[in-house]
């Protein structure tokens, strides 16, 4: 392959463009930064929409076929809203002057986004730790040792995920024989589970927050700064969400595990006081619907699933983002110390109680038009799942719908007045407000760029039953609040840290840790002590032996030497008469 | 990137949503709501007309869930606070 023809590969690719562009706000001033940002991102997104669908950037490296970029209707969605969540975030946070997080800012979306393009194995697994090494600066990006521990934490499991999908590719392709990344299935033709399938499904487990593999979001996001959290939000889960799609569509395992993943993280979001941790547990329970409808995998659910993805990408930005300005201008994102700002966050607040109602599936926003989609499928697998989604669906409103707004806005008051948010911050917010409401109210662009056409072609999310079942189940959900607030007994929010699953590696695991590495320097003393005693022993025998001192260096006198010379020669006389 | 610029203000200092007017409009207004959605699933015209299990065709049965579900959430849930629950500084001691 010529020179010029691999530079091509490279850059057609939107991917390596966005990485292009964070490596140029490295290297130019701190104030062009937001335009750089902002004008590779149109670059990349006019490049995905020349290319099209199909397959670009192929070419051979030791026999085998690498596919840098794959355009289908799958990876055309999350690359679409892959390049909206760029935008907003770039704007919301106009202005910022750290370079390290100027660079994350783009590169780490870029690795998503090169990860949700790959049409190999190879290509995926590169995004995949680029996607892990970029996103690590904005988790460090507070330079406190809280975060460094956090972020060290982070690139650990990141980086697991990562040999895991190494191992689990070099398993499929010693089986296989191929690098393609499609359809795996996670049991061969016998049920029997295939080992390379296993390894790569716990690897996309792992960035998905599969439950008790989960807790990685709520150690590391919260931690971030502003638009860090936000960054972070979108893209590493989402990543896994696709990869899933792609790799493990109609795999029933997925069904439970997503079913799981909506209800427990509701308990969690429920007693936590810090906000933007509120929103990472929905991040968990949101990722939950979506792997549902993965692993029902028929056209409806499927394409649930992935317009939900996209849908969910917006509000849930949203929500980060009402949360973080009300942190950029009263510096906390606890519910005990916020309240009452709607007195003068009048839009923030707006804007809040938009994504609130999006991502409680209300009608008319964006939730409701590809969710019923998922909850539909379930009901069709069984009425547990079904009951739990629906179950689900309240605890989403409790958290996230109800949680969020109320105890940054109203609640009590905690006497604060700030400003309104910052203009730029409220652009990208109004911006995802009218997206999450366009959508809801005419979803047909998005269903547009859903894989199965002619599934959703015939659906229609606002038809009456639909709308008034929904509507139900949250108006009376609503009632339920108003009712426990009213006697007083809804909880009040307490300053604390909840433990979870992170408390196994960060108390009992470091305590093992570090008495393993105690253990392993006394043992290493000790045997060191044996060995050197030993060495020393015979060290000394031979100095004994063999030094200066010893019996082998001794000096012989001549005479001597002369008298034994006479006797062995007398001695071959003697042997040589008998001979 | 945060800007603490906080002016305090008194308390309570008379915001609308504080306004007992407002709360008995909006817990008004949420009431005729959940009546209005309730009686609506009354209508069998307006049901599923392919459901997938019987108790879909209950009237009002998403409503009755939808209150039941967030009730438990909230009452049961908050419990987990005693088994789950540190002081704020647990892990600052720790790490």
Request: aromatic share 14%; proline share 4%.
């Amino acid at each position: 392959m010529s020179a010029s023809s691999l530079l091509s590969v490279f850059l057609d690719n939107p991917a390596v463009i966005l990485t292009v562009g964070a490596l140029m706000c490295v290297a130019t001033p701190r104030h062009l930064a937001g335009v750089i940002m902002l004008v590779v991102t149109a670059i990349s997104a006019a490049k995905l929409y020349s290319l099209g669908l199909g397959n670009y950037g192929v070419f051979e490296l030791f026999g085998e076929e690498i596919t840098t970029i794959r355009i289908d209707p799958l990876s055309r969605v999350f690359a679409v809203v892959f390049h909206i969540a760029i935008a907003l975030n770039v704007i919301y946070a106009w202005g910022q002057k750290d370079r390290a997080q100027n660079f994350a800012t783009l590169a780490y979306p870029a690795a998503a986004l090169g990860g949700v393009l790959a049409g190999d194995f190879i290509t995926l697994f590169i995004w995949w730790e680029m996607a892990a090494i970029t996103s690590v600066f904005l988790v460090w990006a507070p330079g406190t040792r809280a975060t460094y521990v956090s972020g060290m934490r982070y690139l650990a499991i990141q980086v697991l995920s990562g040999v895991l999908l190494l191992a689990g590719v070099v398993l499929f392709y010693r089986e296989t024989g191929s690098f393609a990344f499609d359809a795996i299935g996670l049991r061969d033709g016998d049920g029997a589970i295939k080992l390379a399938a296993l390894v790569i499904f716990l690897a996309f487990g792992i960035k998905s927050a599969f439950p008790l593999l989960h807790n990685w979001v709520q150690d590391a996001y919260p931690k971030s700064t502003i638009s860090g959290t936000i960054i972070l939000s979108v893209f590493t889960t989402k990543l896994a969400v696709y990869a899933l799609a792609r790799g493990f569509a109609g795999t029933p395992e997925l069904i439970y595990i997503g079913a799981v993943m909506t209800i427990f993280p509701i308990f969690f979001a429920l007693i936590e006081n810090d906000l933007r941790k509120v929103l990472t547990y929905s991040i968990n329970n949101q990722v939950g619907f979506m792997i549902v409808g993965i692993g029902i995998g028929t056209a409806a659910s499927l394409n649930g699933a992935v317009g939900y993805a996209f849908s969910n990408i917006i509000f849930e930005s949203l929500l980060f983002m009402a949360v973080g300005a009300a942190m950029f201008r009263t510096g906390t994102s606890k519910a005990t110390e916020l309240g009452g700002l709607y007195r003068t966050m009048p839009l923030t607040l707006t804007f809040c109680i938009i994504g609130a109602l999006s991502i409680s599936a209300f009608p008319g926003f964006a939730g409701f038009v590809t969710k019923g989609l998922i909850v539909d499928g379930a009901a069709g697998f069984n009425i547990w799942i079904w009951l739990t989604l629906l179950f689900a669906s309240a605890g989403v409103l409790e958290h996230a719908g109800i949680k969020i707004p109320y105890f940054t806005f109203f609640a009590h008051d905690s006497g604060k007045r700030p400003k309104e948010a910052p203009v730029p911050m409220l652009i990208a917010m109004g911006v995802a407000a009218i997206l999450s409401i366009g959508i809801g109210v005419h979803p047909e662009p998005l269903y547009a760029l859903l894989p199965d056409q002619e599934q959703i072609a015939g659906y229609h999310p606002y038809s009456a039953y639909h709308i008034i079942e929904q509507l139900q189940l949250l108006l009376w959900a609503i009632l339920a609040f108003a009712v426990l607030i009213l006697i007083k007994w809804y909880p009040a929010e307490v300053p604390s840290t909840n433990l979870d699953t992170d408390w196994f590696y960060r108390v009992p695991g470091r305590a093992f840790v570090t008495w393993a590495v105690g253990a392993a320097r006394v043992i290493w003393v000790a045997l060191w002590g044996i060995f050197s005693g030993r060495l020393h022993a015979l060290m000394t025998r031979i100095y004994t032996m063999h030094g200066p001192e010893g019996q082998l260096a001794r000096n012989w006198p001549i005479g001597f030497m002369a008298l034994w010379t006479a006797v062995l020669l007398g001695f071959v006389l003697v042997l040589s008469f008998l001979a | 990137m945060s800007d603490h610029d906080q002016n305090h203000g008194k308390p309570d200092d008379g915001g609308w949503a504080d306004n007992p007017i407002f709360i008995r409009a909006f817990l008004g207004l949420l009431i005729i709501s959940c009546i209005a959605a309730a009686a609506a699933g009354l209508n069998a015209a307006w049901h599923n007309p392919h459901p997938h299990f019987a108790i879909e065709g209950v009237p009002a049965f998403f409503a009755i869930y939808g209150f039941g579900a967030f009730v438990f959430i909230v009452l049961v849930g908050q419990h987990l606070r005693k088994l789950v629950g540190r002081k704020e500084e647990y892990y600052d001691e720790r790490e």
